[in-house]
């Protein structure tokens, strides 16, 4: 019989034209049915960043938003009320294996005897559906519990006041249900007397058992499901035995219990469609789980095994019902005489039965009970939204209803589950590109589950639940998660809306805004051009070396100037392309002070760093020196002061002092902006090294403040590394302390003592003096005024964001210092070197410091990521400069933060490889795409909106009487003079004896 669907919901509007090609790289939407392969071509090329992070949009109207149960994991009450005995209770009774004769007795197996005693506590569940704010809830029906004895005789009265009860408080709710006739709980009486599901005539069992089920609650049901993932049932209850009822019959017996399912679910639909659905109005279906699967590599044969892995898993049940009644072509090719066949009446009889189609997707399915030999070889993967286009085109576009979708966290985990928190997140996140990006018809998805309950052959060793449950209690109370407020705000907001604060915002920065780029490891080149070798060298014609030199012969030279050294021109040329108005660099301790404080200076380093600084102004570039950073090797120190100790050393500070002295002294003139000490590492760094560190930057702060200011006019700080830490569950005060307290040791550490207090932060020693540990130095009062205000400006390095969450998730990544669970949104874009692309974290670190230090100038002084270095189209770079600055933008203006300056991190790739904005190859800086994108910002000084005139900001051109333009070509000026003499002496000759001449000549 033809299936006779209630009418269809309205179509979402089709997404937009640019980001689909973005997306799908302009591939056509539409498909026949069967086209599902076409998904991985789809998909092959990763979208562009602006389409691969959070989609600001929201669900259609009408969405149906909905949490799932299942009777056998959380009613309990197994032998209550008269209720009969199901496949799980039995299965779950078995005594266990028995061990070695001389090892510990096992624990009894896990059951669901009691479970989360939903059957107690009907008012507690709907409560907490209440406070979800859901549309619709999924529970199942236990078989066993209306109809004992699986067939035969009358129904189970309390069995059926049970769901009455449950059904009356959801309609007062106003919550709709989603009513599950088999969620795996056979009745034991039917697995003993037929052999359960490998016998034909349980289709017509479970036909009455469902008729019986229409009668008594189809007025208010109108969403059924027949069986739930009937791929587990058959293959686990039937092949493998891994799950109840445990036969072990291999795969003909389970390909024989797949055959009567889908059998038995097309006489239930039947049933419905032609004695229920006339006066009811519901709707019929299966569900149906799957998994994901990518291939190893994109090749035809490789796409072909993926295409046949989903036919073996989901396609066995989803093409009989959805296409034509029978199994796919591959199975049927490669499983022979294993697979039962359909007579022409059974494959119409089951083609069409289904009036939407029910997708399940998550672990317990996706990634613990699919076998391997189903996989050919090919990549699991968690995408959920690829799924959904491929059951979009595979089955002729229907309408999917994801009744069952989410992750689990650790048995332990009590109320902050973030790992599922984010799990749910990206699901919900690519349901929505389904919708609006890729045209798929979902009409609703079911969060699992809605409390902590017994999770089959995984027992209480895992949590899938949006509410805890403490199981030993004995009112069982619910306690919302993390998990259940982030889908309680999703639902009230219907989606990820577009808010004002996840908006770019139109603007600009002040004129005198510092645009800058970094380069940390700049190469010191000190060699000369050829103008300054007295040699002369021909060609070599037999070509084996460039030149050679000529014995005796000599040319003439001139005195070497700044313009010889070969190194400076292209890095000056790279950054007047860019057109940023600074470049920031660090000196190289070792290079000017190879033996420390006791040895003299390399001038000849010394006079490459000058004319650096020297060619950089006449640029009109502003240079922004740093005295010291880490690096290898001997952490960037002269090897004297390594091998004593380094920064362990307190006299190391002393000599950091008279190597700044140097530096102000020689470099002075030119710089203007000075970072002492840049971007200390926090996390490897000592007590002990951390005190002489911010002694040395304090000690360097004030012989620039009383010998070199009121001259040079600089300005001094340190520089310190800034990543924004975020409570993982944001609502979860646990979390919020741990986010504080890792700041507190990332930034406080050496940031209060300067900006602040003059002393450590209060909270990072109240929580080591916790833990005994005593090793955090004090400063002694000289020291604190020492320490205290010796900055002009705060500089701050950004690059990312960090979650952190105080339940112990995975010991990998605990830090048991801090005690804290360090962890990401799997939602965020990252770099290939699995750095987070989190704009908004630089707006709220900046933040976080003027909090505490107050409305000081601030410069970002680094800002940058890795990219795909084979990558032509650095996009993910260009889109990070895109996003974080637009965040500083908002820093600045709706904040209210004194920020001065933005530098990008790195110059090239030269000496940052994967990081530049520059690539390098064959001696060559070649620009990517995100220089262009940075100069544009550059240029519009911030992003001003269309067709605004902008600001006018004049150009300034640095004045410097060192590095005028005659400076460093004195033997120029000293010819252009004596021509200038001759000429008035020539011009005094000729006006003398032209005199003479005409006296005479009187």
């Known amino acids: 019989m033809p299936a006779r669907a209630p009418p269809r919901p309205p179509r979402p509007p089709p997404p937009p034209p640019l980001l689909l090609l973005l997306v799908l790289g302009g591939r056509l939407l539409r498909a026949d049915p069967g086209d599902g392969a076409q998904t991985w071509a789809r998909f092959a090329r990763p979208p562009a960043p602006e389409a691969a992070g959070l989609l600001h949009d929201t669900f259609p109207d009408g969405f149906h938003w909905a949490v799932g149960s299942a009777a056998y994991q959380i009613e309990g009450a197994w032998r209550q009320h008269g209720k009969g005995a199901s496949i799980w209770d039995t299965f779950t009774h078995r005594p266990p294996a028995a061990g070695p004769p001389s090892g510990p007795t096992p624990p009894p197996p896990a059951t669901g005897d009691v479970a989360s005693d939903s059957y107690h506590n009907v008012f507690r569940d709907t409560e907490g559906l209440r406070e979800l704010g859901v549309t619709h809830y999924r529970f199942s029906i236990a078989w066993a519990r209306v109809l004992p004895n699986g067939s035969a005789g009358a129904p189970n009265r309390e069995g059926l006041r049970y769901y009455r009860r449950l059904l009356e408080r959801l309609r007062e709710l106003g919550v709709r249900p989603v009513a599950t006739l088999n969620h795996w709980d056979l009745p034991q009486r039917l697995q003993d007397a037929y052999g359960g599901w490998a016998n034909r005539a349980l289709a017509d069992l479970f036909a009455d058992f469902a008729e019986l089920c229409f009668r008594h609650f189809g007025a208010q049901v109108k969403h059924w499901i027949t069986i739930d993932n009937p791929y587990v049932v058959a293959w686990h209850g039937y092949a493998t035995g891994r799950l109840a009822p445990g036969v072990r019959g291999g795969p003909r017996l389970g390909y024989l219990a797949a055959h009567n399912l889908l059998l038995a679910h097309a006489k239930v639909w039947h049933v419905y469609n032609t004695s229920f659905r006339p006066t009811q109005g519901g709707w019929v279906s299966i569900a149906l789980g799957s998994h994901w699967i990518s291939p190893r590599r994109m090749t035809d044969l490789d796409i072909r095994e993926c295409q046949k892995s989903l036919d073996f898993v989901l396609g066995w049940f989803a093409k009989p019902i959805f296409i034509d009644g029978d199994y796919p072509d591959s199975m049927k090719d490669n499983l022979s005489s294993l697979l039962p066949g359909f007579t022409e009446a059974e494959k119409k009889f089951i083609r069409g039965t289904a009036d939407f189609f029910a997708l399940s997707f998550g672990p317990t399915l996706s990634f613990q009970l699919v076998e391997p030999h189903m996989k050919f070889r090919q990549v699991e993967s968690p995408s959920l939204r690829q799924l959904l286009s491929w059951v979009d085109l595979e089955y002729n576009h229907p309408r999917i209803f994801i009744v069952e979708n989410g992750w689990f966290v650790s048995g332990t985990t009590k109320r902050d589950d973030a790992k599922y928190m984010y799990y749910l997140k990206k699901f919900v996140l690519e349901t929505l590109k389904a919708i609006r990006l890729d045209g798929v018809r979902v009409i609703g998805y079911t969060a699992w589950s809605l409390l902590d309950g017994f999770e089959w052959h995984r027992g209480y060793s895992i949590r899938r639940g949006l509410f805890y449950v403490d199981f030993l209690s004995p009112d069982k109370k619910l306690l919302p998660k993390s998990s259940a407020l982030f889908y309680q705000q999703l639902i009230e907001k219907n989606g990820f809306p577009p808010l004002p604060e996840n908006q770019p915002l139109q603007g600009t920065f002040p004129c005198d805004f510092a645009w800058g780029v970094v380069d940390n490891n700049i190469q010191v080149d000190t060699t000369l051009s050829q103008f300054t070798d007295p040699n002369v060298y021909l060609w070599d014609a037999r070509r084996s070396q460039p030149l050679v030199r000529v014995a005796g012969a000599v040319a003439p030279t001139r005195p070497a100037s700044c313009a010889d050294l070969a190194a400076l021109r292209p890095q000056v040329a790279l950054l007047r392309d860019l057109r940023v108005s600074h470049f920031h660099f660090a000196l190289d301790w070792a290079l000017l002070l190879p033996l420390g404080d006791r040895g003299p200076a390399n001038r ?399």
């Not at 300067?754 to 929580?767: E, I, K, N, Q, T």
């Not at 976080?848 to 601030?858: E, F, I, N, S």
């Not at 002084?861 to 908002?890: C, F, H, M």
């Not at 520059?918 to 910002?937: C, D, L, M």
């Open 604 to 1002: 000849t380093v010394l006079r490459f760093y000058r004319c650096l600084a020297g060619e950089l102004v006449r640029a009109n570039v502003t240079p922004v020196v740093a005295l010291w950073q880490p690096g290898a090797p001997r952490q960037g120190l002269p090897r004297a002061l390594a091998a004593q100790g380094a920064w362990e050393n307190p006299r190391t500070a002393l000599a950091f002092a008279d190597y700044a002295r140097l530096c102000f002294h020689e470099l002075g003139p030119l710089v203007r902006l000075w970072i002492t000490v840049s971007r200390p590492p926090t996390r490897a760094l000592s007590f002990g090294a951390a005190h002489t560190l911010l002694r040395a930057h304090a000690l360097a702060w004030r012989l620039y403040d009383r010998h070199f200011r009121r001259a040079q006019g600089g300005r001094v700080s340190l520089a310190l590394h800034a990543d924004w830490v975020e409570p993982a569950c944001p609502l979860s005060a646990r979390d919020a302390e741990g986010a504080e307290r890792v700041l507190q040791f990332d930034v406080g550490w050496l940031a209060e003592p300067v900006f602040g207090s003059g002393d450590y932060p209060r909270a990072m020693r109240d929580w080591l003096s916790q833990r005994n540990n005593f090793l955090l130095p004090y400063f002694t009062d000289d020291e604190k005024r020492l320490v205290r205000g010796a900055f002009d400006f705060l500089a701050v390095a950004h690059d990312t964001t960090i979650l952190v969450a105080w339940e112990k998730e995975d010991p990998a990544k605990y830090n048991d210092y801090l005690e804290v669970q360090e962890m990401t949104d799997i939602t965020w874009l990252s770099s290939p070197g699995q750095v987070a692309v989190v704009p908004w974290g630089l707006r709220k670190v900046l933040g976080w410091l003027k909090a505490r230090y107050g409305d000081l100038p601030v410069y970002v002084l680094s800002s940058g990521i890795d990219d795909d270095p084979l990558a032509t189209q650095d996009e993910l770079r260009g889109y990070y400069i895109q996003s974080y600055v637009n965040e500083a933008l908002k820093a600045y203006l709706l904040d209210g933060i004194n920020l001065r300056g933005y530098f990008v991190y790195s110059l090239s790739d030269r000496t940052a490889p994967k990081f530049g904005l520059y690539g390098y190859a064959a001696n060559q800086f070649v620009p990517k795409p995100s220089v262009t994108r940075y100069r544009e910002i550059i240029d519009n000084n911030g992003f001003p909106a269309p067709g605004s005139p902008g600001r006018f900001c004049p150009q300034e051109v640095g004045a410097c009487t060192k590095c005028s333009f005659f400076h460093n070509r004195k033997s120029l000026l000293v010819f252009i003079a004596f021509l200038l003499l001759a000429f008035v002496i020539s011009l005094s000759l000729i006006f003398y004896y032209s005199k003479k001449g005409r006296s005479s000549y009187r």
